[in-house]
């Protein structure tokens, strides 16, 4: 294991794209189906549901545990790729990929599904990442550390030599439970971040 090499790590949404507008959409395709009222951006909570889950997550606090399996077998009918053109990539990602893939390996951690490759690819970042891990990928999404351990495993890295951005609770104690660098992004959730240009100069050496 190396020991001295640091891997940043992106969450997706919130902090590499502001998705909030494509996610509400996506999920309101399946609320319709189930006849239910869909979600607003001025729903606080349940649009901050959208933002941050898994889609299992999600579906369960949207319409219960009940419905959950079909909630799921109807999402996998439903072409997220139609919604990915909404995404908007986040001010000063793609300048400062490059200048962090000179120095560290790069990865992510989402909680987002089989959506993730195809966003990159949409937006031409694919080859910036060494690693793409969803919760897919491990037992437990965030707020369980297993995505940024499993990041560790592939990178072949000790979890405190990983620095993560994320910008929500579940981020926070993803990165705690890790036990690695967090860097939020946007909100006061510890070392705070406003512009991906800061990145370098907070990410631990």
Not at 118 to 124: A, C, D, S, T, V
Not at 147 to 168: C, H, K, W, Y
């Amino acid at each position: 294991m190396n020991a001295k090499k640091r891997v940043v790590v992106f969450d997706c949404d919130g902090v590499m794209f502001n998705s909030r507008q494509a996610n509400l959409a996506y999920y309101n395709v399946i609320l319709r189906h189930f006849g239910e009222p869909e979600v607003d951006v001025d729903q606080k909570e349940r649009a901050h549901l959208c933002h941050t889950g898994s889609s299992p997550q999600v579906f369960a606090g949207l319409l219960g545990e009940d419905r959950l399996q079909e909630a799921l077998a109807v999402a996998a009918q439903v072409d997220y790729d139609q919604f990915i053109p909404q995404l908007m990539v986040e001010p000063g990602l793609r300048e400062i990929l490059p200048v962090l893939k000179q120095e560290y390996p790069l990865a992510i951690a989402t909680n987002r599904g089989s959506s993730m490759p195809r966003i990159l690819e949409h937006f031409g970042l694919s080859s910036f990442f060494s690693e793409v891990v969803t919760h897919q990928d491990v037992a437990r999404p965030k707020p369980f550390p297993d995505m940024l351990l499993e990041v560790s495993r592939r990178l072949n890295v000790a979890a405190p030599q990983l620095t993560f951005i994320g910008d929500s609770e579940l981020d926070l104690a993803a990165a705690q439970g890790a036990g690695c660098q967090f860097i939020a992004y946007q909100w006061d959730g510890g070392l705070r971040m406003d512009h991906h240009q800061q990145l370098p100069e907070l990410i631990c050496r």
